[in-house]
């Protein structure tokens, strides 16, 4: 079955920089885009961004230029995201989502999160 | 595309035909899903394009809508579906609602 293990929550400085992993299980690593979402306390969804392990494409939103770097390792079945230059605006829940198969952009498999605290 | 949920909040009984709705900043042209999210998980894909059921997923949760305007409906409340619930265009960009809380009476 499909899994996504993602890491363990992280407490980190402001200025600093954080990489957050999304082990997959149970399919082709290498034929799924992963995407990426970020859910803030109490607020709603939005959209980072997706890699594609099969050759490292990437696309992000616009607002996640310059904040999100992703990257897939293809031997380990592993995507990652980093974070860089962290506010407490990146506090938040990361979550990694696979596409469902019939669309390449509806999510109907997730990782469990991991909760980014950025504070001093 | 911004999506706007209504109501933001809904309290309703077991057994209640509850609706939700989901309006689009321009023509979704039916790529629209429904997520559900239960406190501290994450979300989970109920709906996809407008109205197809996700495998599953009860028969008591249906979609439907055109252009703008979409909706979410569970026809007989049950006490598990406390949830918050989004909506998710994909027909340009992808964006999420910022999600309806249903709250069971």
């Known amino acids: 079955q499909v899994q996504l293990q993602q890491s363990g929550a992280e407490l980190v400085k402001p200025g600093s920089s954080v990489k957050i992993s999304c082990k997959a299980s149970g399919y082709t690593f290498t034929s799924y885009d992963m995407h990426w979402i970020k859910q803030q306390p109490g607020n709603g969804l939005e959209w980072i961004g997706w890699?594609?392990?099969?050759?490292?494409?990437?696309k992000y939103n616009q607002k996640f230029n310059g904040k999100a770097t992703l990257t897939a390792d293809k031997s380990s079945s592993t995507a990652y995201m980093q974070l860089s230059s962290l506010t407490s605006e990146d506090s938040a829940v990361y979550f990694c989502a696979r596409p469902a198969w019939y669309s390449g952009d509806v999510f109907d498999y997730w990782g469990q999160g991991v909760m980014v605290t950025v504070s001093s | 595309i911004q999506l706007t949920q209504s109501p933001s909040l809904l309290s309703a009984s077991v057994g209640d035909r509850v609706t939700l709705s989901c309006k689009g900043s321009?023509?979704?042209?039916?790529?629209l899903a429904w997520y559900q999210q239960k406190l501290g998980e994450a979300p989970k894909l109920l709906i996809y394009k407008t109205n197809s059921l996700q495998t599953g997923i009860p028969s008591r949760f249906s979609g439907s809508g055109s252009g703008t305007d979409y909706t979410l409906t569970i026809s007989s409340l049950h006490s598990e579906d406390l949830a918050t619930y989004y909506c998710?265009?994909?027909?340009?960009?992808?964006?999420f609602g910022s999600g309806t809380k249903l709250e069971i009476k």
């Open positions: 321009q023509n979704i042209n039916n790529y």
């Open positions: 998710y265009q994909y027909n340009n960009g992808l964006t």
């Open positions: 890699i594609y392990p099969g050759n490292g494409n990437t």
